[in-house]
């Protein structure tokens, strides 16, 4: 064996003792069980540095959560979370990806937890999205009426949609303006958030359901026509084009969409 190899090895299974103490218990046998400070003290050093970091990384990625939880029931869960999903990741920064999940399976009686964690991950995906230009409206000026019908557009990878129920972004506001935040409550039916990045800040705000379904057709490639069709189910023909063009001139006014595609141009 090359000490190339041995040392990978080696690596190997000190991670596997560092992720799991137990199903590593055999690197135990590598490490020098000095009198002062034996094998398992030395490791456990490294054991517990490991997950305070990791903790540390989750704190960072879901600040508004260990607020509205507390630190220590914050710290339950980050343990439970790196036990449950032992990292894969090169980049610490997408290991939380899974705390939605987790917390609708370990605090089940407080679902705005959950909630809070999806938000609080949407904003960060937003900020950390790629960059790409940026339609404006008079861009579309020069477009010829007939070719509107067969318009359709490029959005920022930055946008998404989440439901919550609780009254998630009045917390979330106010523990960032360090406010006492508001009781908790929750709606009768689930709200749409829209989420996005203007100006390199991660933006949102609420959407009605028509405008989910716009949305979510033009995101798709929908032309303009074939979205106004959509919208006919909810309004008249003649309002439906009306609400869509609404829709797309906030989306333009809000920096959403990167480009227009005309058909067979």
């Given at each position: 064996m090359?000490?190339?190899?041995h040392l990978?090895?080696?690596?190997s299974?000190?991670?596997?003792?560092l992720?799991?103490s137990?199903?590593?218990a055999?690197?135990t046998?590598n490490?020098?069980n000095d009198p002062?400070v034996?094998?398992?003290k030395?490791?456990s050093?490294?054991f517990d540095?490991?997950?305070?970091?990791?903790i540390?990384a989750?704190?960072?990625?879901?600040?508004?959560?260990?607020?509205?939880v507390?630190?220590?029931?914050f710290?339950q869960?980050?343990?439970?979370?790196?036990?449950?999903?032992?990292?894969?990741?090169?980049n610490i920064?997408?290991?939380?990806?899974?705390?939605?999940s987790?917390l609708?399976g370990f605090?089940?009686?407080?679902?705005?937890?959950?909630?809070?964690?999806?938000f609080e991950?949407?904003i960060?995906?937003?900020?950390?999205?790629?960059?790409?230009?940026?339609l404006?409206l008079?861009?579309?000026?020069e477009?010829p009426?007939?070719d509107w019908?067969?318009?359709?557009f490029t959005?920022?990878p930055?946008?998404q949609?989440i439901r919550l129920?609780w009254?998630?972004?009045p917390?979330?506001?106010a523990?960032n303006m360090?406010?006492?935040?508001p009781?908790l409550e929750?709606?009768?039916?689930y709200t749409?958030w829209l989420?996005?990045?203007?100006?390199?800040n991660p933006?949102?705000?609420s959407m009605?359901?028509m405008?989910v379904?716009a949305?979510n057709?033009?995101?798709?490639?929908a032309?303009?026509?074939e979205?106004?069709?959509s919208?006919?189910g909810e309004v008249?023909?003649?309002?439906a084009?009306?609400t869509?063009?609404?829709f797309?001139?906030?989306w333009?006014?809000e920096g959403?969409?990167s480009?227009?595609?005309?058909?067979?141009?």
């Open positions: 090359t000490t190339a190899t990978a090895q080696l690596q299974a000190f991670q596997s003792y992720i799991d137990e199903k590593g055999a690197f046998a490490v020098v002062k034996g094998a398992e030395r490791l050093i490294y540095a490991y997950r305070y970091r990791i540390e989750l704190a960072a990625a879901y600040p508004k959560l260990k607020l509205l507390g630190d220590d029931l710290e869960i980050a343990r439970t979370y790196i036990a449950d999903h032992p990292s894969t990741y090169q920064r997408w290991y939380g990806s899974h705390m939605r987790h609708l605090l089940p009686e407080h679902p705005i937890a959950a909630e809070m964690a999806a991950w949407a960060s995906l937003a900020f950390d999205a790629e960059d790409v230009p940026e404006k008079q861009d579309l000026v477009v009426p007939q019908v067969g318009l359709s959005f920022q930055a946008i949609v129920r009254n998630v972004i917390i979330w506001n523990l360090e406010e006492t935040p009781a929750q709606d009768s039916c749409s989420i996005w990045r203007k100006d390199l933006q949102f705000r009605s359901e405008e379904i949305l057709m033009a995101k798709s490639a032309t303009f026509a979205v106004c069709t919208l006919e008249s023909g003649e309002k084009m009306a869509a063009a609404q797309l001139a906030g333009l006014e959403m969409i480009k227009s595609i005309v058909a067979n141009a």
